[in-house]
């Protein structure tokens, strides 16, 4: 009965902490680096974005229309 107790305690904690806001699980973004700024492509849907170097956007730029 603890082990139950402790495993559903175990996956509510992991919701909790996994949860991304903006949604990117299903993008991957590769970037173009420029001069300034790199230019960030999502291989999943096509979005396209700029954004500084290193950093992937946080956000899911899919078009849902």
Known sequence: ????GVFVVAVILL????????????CR???RRGAGESS??????????T???GQTPD??????S
């Open 29 to 31: 973004w590769r970037e």
């Open 15 to 26: 919701l909790v902490f996994n949860y991304r806001h903006g949604d990117t699980r299903k």
């Open 59 to 64: 956000i899911c730029l899919r078009q849902t």
């Open 51 to 53: 954004g500084p170097r």
């Open 40 to 49: 960030w492509t999502c291989v999943q849907c096509g979005a396209t974005t």
């Open 1 to 4: 009965m603890i082990f139950a």
